[in-house]
């Protein structure tokens, strides 16, 4: 990108706006940013449960949302770009290590706050 190398040999050079942090650290990141997503309201690109089509991540449907939520939350559309782009700049700044202590021999991780939050540990591979 403008001259820079962004990516070499399947490591990122740079932080995009999110320091390389320890894996625990990482994972409570996405925990805030899936919580967010769980809660957004539901926009065109959701279906009728409230699920972006296409989407690996659950999030409630508009009718199991308080009003406050309703009132207070972003678009389910941004909200996800959020959550992936958190996972996505982690796994590639190394922060998730799936051979660190608190994920080392585990083929999944899910948060133990959300249990429909899951990372399998082929889609950073």
């Known amino acids: 990108m403008d001259g820079k190398v962004i990516v070499d040999e399947g490591r990122f050079r740079g932080t995009l706006g999110l320091p390389s942090v320890d894996t625990y650290a990482a994972l ?43 009132l207070q939350s972003e678009y389910r559309s941004v909200a996800r770009a959020r959550l992936e782009l958190t996972v996505l700049i982690l796994a590639l700044n190394g922060s998730l290590d799936w051979d660190s202590a608190s994920l080392a021999g585990k083929w999944f991780w899910q948060s133990p706050r959300y249990k429909e939050l899951v990372l399998l540990k082929e889609w950073f591979n």
Do not use: H
Request: aromatic share 6%.
């Open 28 to 70: 409570e990141m996405i925990e805030t940013a899936y919580a967010q997503f769980r809660i957004s309201m539901p926009d065109e690109e959701s279906d009728e449960a409230g699920v972006p089509r296409g989407c690996l991540f659950k999030a409630l449907a508009s009718k199991d949302l308080p009003d406050e939520d309703l």
